[in-house]
Antibody
Framework: EVQLVESGGGVVRPGGSLRLSCAAS????????MSWVRQVPGKGLEWVSG????????GYADSVKGRFIISRDNAKNFLYLQMNSLRADDTALYHC?????????WGQGTLVTVSS | DIQMTQSPSSLSASIGDRVTITCRAS??????LNWYQQKPGKVPKLLIS???NLESGVPSRFSGSGSGTDFNLTITSLHPEDFATYYC?????????FGPGTKVHTK
């Protein structure tokens, strides 16, 4: 069974940093591209970032480009999102998802709140 | 960037109704279009990829069509469990933008 479990969310002040992690199991992690998608509770989905299987290709939404960095550790089956210069509009539930073009498996998410 | 729009933003329907949701891309995206269903408190579920490819386990009452800039998701006969919000997503190139969603609610 595919499992994606996010961690690392919390409350942070504007301008601060957080590092999200996603532990993957139940599939061959180093065969698959991965993504981060966020959702403000009650609002729509926003694709944040994606990374290919070996980390050579990474993409970002314009809203996070230059502030967030996606990475992965295929030896440990982990996906990461380093979030810097956080703003109030980054407040959302952050999901990791299997796939870059289409995502058939999603984690339950970790909540990030940016507030002073 | 390519913008994704959906219409309608909300629709009311009854059990057994045929429902069609439209997704439009601001530029040609070929057939690189996904459809997801999301219910309250749940993660999105991938229904259709590459515009018309039904994912395993998805009921055949769901179908996708279109290419280029205009796409449709059709539910031929609405079931009670189909009341949800539906999102399209551009499936190639960056960013992999989602549409704003279409909420299907009971009439």
């Amino acid at each position: 069974e595919v499992q994606l479990v996010e961690s690392g969310g919390g409350v942070v002040r504007p301008g601060g940093s957080l590092r999200l992690s996603c532990a993957a199991s139940g599939f061959t992690f180093n065969d698959d591209d991965m993504s981060w998608v966020r959702q403000v509770p009650g609002k729509g989905l926003e694709w944040v970032s994606g990374i290919n299987w070996n980390g050579d290709t990474r993409g970002y939404a314009d809203s996070v480009k230059g502030r967030f960095i996606i990475s992965r550790d295929n030896a440990k089956n982990f996906l990461y999102l380093q979030m810097n210069s956080l703003r109030a509009d980054d407040t959302a539930l952050y999901h990791c998802a299997r796939g870059y073009g289409s995502s058939g498996s999603w984690g339950q998410g970790t909540l990030v709140t940016v507030s002073s | 960037d390519i913008q994704m729009t959906q219409s309608p933003s909300s629709l009311s329907a009854s059990i057994g109704d045929r429902v069609t949701i439209t997704c439009r891309a601001s530029q040609n995206i070929g057939k690189y279009l996904n459809w997801y269903q999301q219910k309250p408190g749940k993660v999105p579920k991938l229904l259709i990829s590459v515009a018309s490819n039904l994912e395993s386990g998805v009921p055949s009452r769901f179908s996708g069509s279109g290419s280029g800039t205009d796409f449709n998701l059709t539910i031929t006969s609405l079931h009670p469990e189909d009341f949800a919000t539906y999102y399209c997503q551009r499936a190639y190139s960056t960013p992999r933008s989602f549409g704003p969603g279409t909420k299907v609610h009971t009439k």
